[in-house]
């Protein structure tokens, strides 16, 4: 990581335009093969079901609790902006 900022660093005068498309590939391409690995492990296919049910119970509680964070600090701005309603 710090390899490549200074690397940014050294050249931030420099366009690199292909960098995004780049990285989006590259991060495709983790995905695939991560989900290739999965597939060949027997113990994650066999506990795919408590897998899935985990994924989506942490998944539902961290949007909620996202939600209700954002909410609290929405009112505690608009009330020190004096319109809270």
């Given amino acids: 990581m710090a390899a490549g900022i200074a690397t940014g660093w050294l050249l931030r005068r420099r366009s690199f335009k292909f960098i995004n498309t780049l990285l989006i590939v590259l991060v495709w391409a983790l995905l695939f093969f ?5 597939g060949e492990n027997q113990a ?9 049910m985990e994924a989506l119970l942490l998944a539902l ?21 004096g319109g809270g309603r």
């Fill in 34 to 38: 991560l989900g290739v690995e999965a």
């Fill in 44 to 52: 994650v296919i066999d506990g795919i079901k408590d897998l899935g």
């Fill in 61 to 81: 509680a961290g949007t909620a609790g996202s939600i209700a964070l954002a909410w609290v600090l929405w009112k505690l701005i608009k009330r020190k902006e």
